[in-house]
Each structure stands twice: as C-alpha cells, then as structure tokens.
C-alpha cells in the first residue's frame, strides 16, 4: 500500500517560511518524480513544483518561482518544499503527489492527505 504523508504545515507571518515535508512508502518513485499541489477554498488545485527523482531537476510555477524550491532525498524516499517569502496569497492546502512530474494533477497516482499553510499578512 503506497502512503504519501505531508507534515511540516502552520501558521507564518507574511515574510516567513515554512517548510514542507513529504514521505513515501509502500514504493519508489525512482523511474518518474513527484510533487506538490495546492487548493485554496473556491479555487481549483493548482501545481506549484515538482521534481525528477533521477536527475533531482525541479519543475516550479511561476507563481513561487524565485521563492519555493523542492528537494528530494533519496535515501529517506521524501520530497520536500521549502518555502520563503510566503504571501498570504499562498495560503492553501498543500498536497504531495507521486508518479510524474507534469504540472496536471491528473498524471499523478497518488497523492497525500494535505497540510494546511496559513499566511497571515
């Protein structure tokens, strides 16, 4: 059974950071990638970055460049978000997804439970 479980979520000051931890089991995702996506409430999830577990390269919207960055551990099979310069705009439900790195929530397989983030400005 393959578990994605996301941790790392809270409440930040605009300006702040957070970061966000995302660990699987149950299988690898060596041959493709994995990501993170948000849902704000009445908004559609959207993709914010994901990245390649082969080669490490890290895919990111345009709306976190420059402030977001993800990581992968391999050895620890987890994925991370580390996030700067947080706006209140960035307030959302994270969710950590498994099996591609497309920035469409339909190619991925799998998916986590979600972490609140809350960005207070």
């Known amino acids: 059974q393959v578990q994605l479980v996301e941790s790392g979520g809270g409440l930040v000051q605009a300006g702040g950071s957070l970061r966000l931890s995302c660990a699987a089991s149950?299988?690898?995702?060596?041959?493709?990638?994995m990501g993170w996506f948000r849902q704000a409430p009445g908004k559609e999830r959207e993709f914010v970055a994901a990245?390649?577990?082969?080669?490490?390269?890290?895919f990111v919207s345009d709306a976190v460049k420059g402030r977001f960055t993800i990581s992968r551990d391999n050895g620890k099979n987890t994925v991370s978000l580390q996030m700067n310069s947080l706006k209140p705009e960035d307030t959302a439900v994270y969710y950590c997804?498994?099996?591609?790195?497309?920035?469409?929530?339909?190619?991925?397989?799998?998916w986590g439970q979600g972490t609140q983030v809350t960005v207070s400005s």
């Open positions: 997804a498994g099996g591609s790195t497309s920035w469409a929530a339909g190619n991925y397989n799998y």
């Open positions: 990245i390649s577990w082969s080669s490490g390269r890290p």
């Open positions: 149950g299988r690898t995702f060596s041959s493709s990638g």
